[in-house]
């Protein structure tokens, strides 16, 4: 079976650019995190999504985030105007949440690496 | 508030040697869950071990054993005769709310082990 897909796997853009970032989850996950790993602040949680709702965005760092989930197979994370300190690895992870059944593991994609110049 | 704190920033070790990586986390909550993932050079994140606050039994698996202590909120990570291989970054995670299945991530233990 698929893992979760990520793409691009590296980016490289100019300060002020657009930056969107894709992420197919698992087929049959319900529910999609969006994770930063940045060397100062670590892994951070940015966004999760359930169902394909929006559940808890207090991690996307400001207006400039934006993340959707138009369907249960294709998630996108969108930066504009990007600036040099979103420069990071973004990672995509999938899960089946099913409520009675306790903690699900959570299923990460390869990441994209993004560096803003 | 949840937290968790890996204070080991780094470890380096020779091939075959034992080394434990720490882990201390912080809830309020009766129940959660605890997680090990491991970040070869490669960057991908690898699912390593999953356990809930109910079950304090330590477990083995293979090289891996996993120490948990609710007493001292720790969670701790032992690879016996470590090889070149388990050189990584390895994170301790904890997650309150299984309905929706949000990780807290320490800040990571790279571990490098030499031939």
């Known amino acids: 079976d698929a893992g979760v897909i990520q793409s691009p796997r590296h980016e490289v853009t100019e300060m002020g650019q657009e930056v969107t970032l894709r992420c197919k989850p698992i087929?049959?996950?319900?529910?999609l995190f969006w994770y930063r790993q940045t060397m100062m602040r670590g892994l951070e949680l940015l966004i999760y999504?359930?169902?394909?709702?929006?559940?808890?965005d207090s991690g996307m760092p400001e207006d400039r985030f934006s993340a959707k989930m138009p369907n249960a197979s294709f998630s996108t994370l969108k930066i504009q105007p990007s600036e040099p300190r979103d420069s990071a690895v973004y990672f995509c992870?999938?899960?089946?949440?099913?409520?009675?059944?306790?903690?699900?593991?959570?299923?990460f994609g390869p990441g994209t690496r993004l560096t803003v110049l | 508030a949840q937290k968790v704190t890996q204070a080991q920033t780094e470890i380096s070790v020779v091939e075959k040697e034992d080394v434990t990586l720490d882990c201390v986390y912080e809830?309020?909550?009766?129940?959660?869950?605890l997680f090990w993932y491991k970040q070869p050079p490669s960057g991908e994140l690898v699912f390593l071990i999953r356990?809930?606050?109910?079950?304090?039994q330590n477990e083995i698996s293979g090289r891996y054993s996993w120490n948990f202590q609710k007493s001292t909120s720790s969670f701790n990570f032992t690879i016996t005769a470590s090889q070149v291989v388990d050189s990584a970054v390895y994170f301790c995670?904890?997650?309150?709310?299984?309905?929706?299945?949000?990780?807290?991530f320490g800040t990571g233990t790279r571990l490098q082990v030499f031939p």
């Open positions: 992870a999938s899960s089946l949440i099913v409520a009675t059944s306790g903690y699900n593991e959570q299923f």
């Open positions: 087929s049959g996950h319900n529910s």
């Open positions: 999504f359930n169902n394909n709702v929006p559940i808890d």
């Open positions: 809830t309020r909550d009766t129940t959660y869950y």
């Open positions: 356990r809930n606050s109910f079950d304090e």
């Open positions: 995670a904890l997650s309150e709310d299984y309905n929706t299945d949000k990780l807290i």
